[in-house]
């Protein structure tokens, strides 16, 4: 009969343990949360010292960066300049080695030309300088240029150019497809922004500026090419002309023109890997050490 009232007490033990689980300061805590009630003191004092700390790291990071202002601009001036510099450094070499490029050329055409067999290699030459890129080229041919502008581009179907591309922005996949479209009109020569092109050329992005041959260019694109008269035609009436009217609807205007003199450059990049002695030597000549054959 003693064990019965112990057995009791425990039963009734277990099952407020099992209704009521939690320590009664934790259901006050929680009753008072959801009743709205403010929180304590001690929970006052955390939050206004989480709110000073905020507070001071804001200011300071505030204060880092204003004082750091200065610097950053005159570091950001400094680089501009020295930019600006090396840029003007290489187009006057550029400049320069065009110049010895020329003399050197009208020095070998002078030699070749003392004899019968040097005037038809240097016939040869030229043909295959003009073609290759190695010398300069003038003659008829036409114009295109890509300006970009800032008109709101409709979401129209049929946009062949890329998924990440720019709207209102000219990109490399643009240059390179009116390029090839230039080529197929029937163009013997093609230069972009006065970088002549050759069979090695690349164009390229990186970032948002758009390189040729590793040389960085600028809007407005200009596509130069010298050939025969129908390659206007041929090229608006092709695919080339059908880019075009896709991309003035994204945001890129254009200008397609005949020009009755167009000058191109030779390429700056272009450099000489191998060379063989011809089989024909004039009579009389011998061969000498860089006459066989080498590579650079």
Same mark, same amino acid.
Do not use: C, H
């Given at each position: 009969?003693?064990?019965?009232?112990?057995?009791?007490?425990?039963?009734?033990?277990?099952?407020?343990?099992?209704?009521?689980?939690?320590?009664?300061?934790?259901?006050?805590?929680?009753?008072? #949360?959801?009743?709205?009630?403010?929180?304590?003191?001690?929970? #006052?004092?955390?939050?206004? /010292?989480?709110?000073?700390?905020?507070?001071?790291?804001?200011?300071?990071?505030?204060?880092?960066?204003?004082? #750091?202002? *200065?610097?950053?601009?005159?570091?950001? @001036?400094?680089?501009?300049?020295?930019?600006?510099?090396?840029?003007?450094?290489?187009?006057?070499?550029?400049? /320069?080695?065009?110049?010895?490029?020329?003399? %050197?050329?009208?020095?070998?055409?002078?030699?070749?030309?003392?004899?019968?067999?040097?005037?038809?290699?240097?016939? $040869?030459?030229?043909?295959?300088?003009?073609?290759?890129?190695?010398?300069?080229?003038?003659?008829?041919?036409?114009?295109?240029?890509?300006?970009? $502008?800032?008109?709101?581009?409709?979401?129209?179907?049929?946009?062949?150019?890329?998924?990440? =591309? %720019?709207?209102?922005?000219? @990109?490399?996949?643009?240059?390179?497809?009116?390029?090839?479209? %230039?080529?197929?009109?029937?163009?013997?020569?093609?230069? %972009?922004?006065?970088?002549?092109?050759?069979?090695?050329?690349?164009?390229? &992005?990186?970032?948002? =500026?758009?390189?040729?041959?590793?040389?960085?260019? &600028?809007? *407005?694109?200009?596509?130069?090419?010298?050939?025969?008269?129908?390659?206007?035609?041929?090229?608006?009436?092709?695919?080339?002309? /059908?880019?075009?009217?896709?991309? #003035?609807?994204?945001?890129?205007?254009?200008?397609?023109?005949?020009?009755?003199?167009?000058?191109?450059?030779?390429? =700056?990049?272009?450099?000489?890997?191998?060379?063989?002695?011809?089989?024909?030597?004039?009579?009389?000549?011998?061969?000498?050490?860089?006459?066989?054959? /080498?590579?650079?």
């Amino acid at each position: 009969m003693s064990e019965s009232p112990r057995r009791d007490a425990s039963m009734v033990l277990l099952t407020s343990l099992g209704e009521d689980s939690l320590d009664a300061g934790y259901a006050r805590a929680a009753a008072r #949360r959801k009743q709205g009630a403010p929180p304590t003191r001690y929970g #006052r004092v955390i939050l206004a /010292s989480g709110l000073v700390a905020i507070g001071l790291l804001l200011t300071t990071a505030a204060a880092q960066a204003r004082d #750091r202002a *200065p610097a950053t601009a005159q570091a950001r @001036s400094e680089l501009v300049t020295e930019i600006e510099d090396r840029t003007g450094a290489n187009e006057r070499l550029e400049a /320069s080695l065009a110049t010895e490029r020329a003399a %050197v050329s009208d020095e070998r055409r002078a030699g070749l030309r003392i004899t019968t067999q040097g005037s038809r290699l240097a016939r $040869v030459l030229s043909a295959l300088e003009s073609t290759t890129g190695a010398s300069g080229v003038t003659g008829p041919g036409m114009s295109v240029r890509l300006t970009q $502008v800032t008109a709101e581009a409709d979401d129209s179907d049929g946009d062949p150019r890329t998924t990440d =591309a %720019v709207e209102g922005r000219v @990109s490399d996949r643009d240059l390179q497809t009116v390029v090839n479209e %230039v080529w197929a009109a029937g163009a013997e020569a093609v230069a %972009v922004n006065e970088q002549r092109l050759t069979s090695l050329s690349a164009i390229r &992005s990186a970032g948002e =500026a758009i390189l040729v041959d590793f040389r960085p260019l &600028s809007p *407005p694109y200009e596509v130069q090419a010298v050939g025969p008269p129908s390659m206007r035609a041929v090229f608006v009436g092709g695919f080339g002309g /059908s880019y075009l009217q896709v991309l #003035r609807d994204y945001g890129i205007d254009f200008t397609v023109e005949d020009r009755d003199e167009v000058e191109l450059p030779a390429s =700056a990049g272009l450099r000489l890997r191998y060379a063989t002695t011809p089989s024909d030597v004039p009579s009389g000549a011998k061969p000498g050490p860089r006459d066989r054959t /080498s590579t650079q």
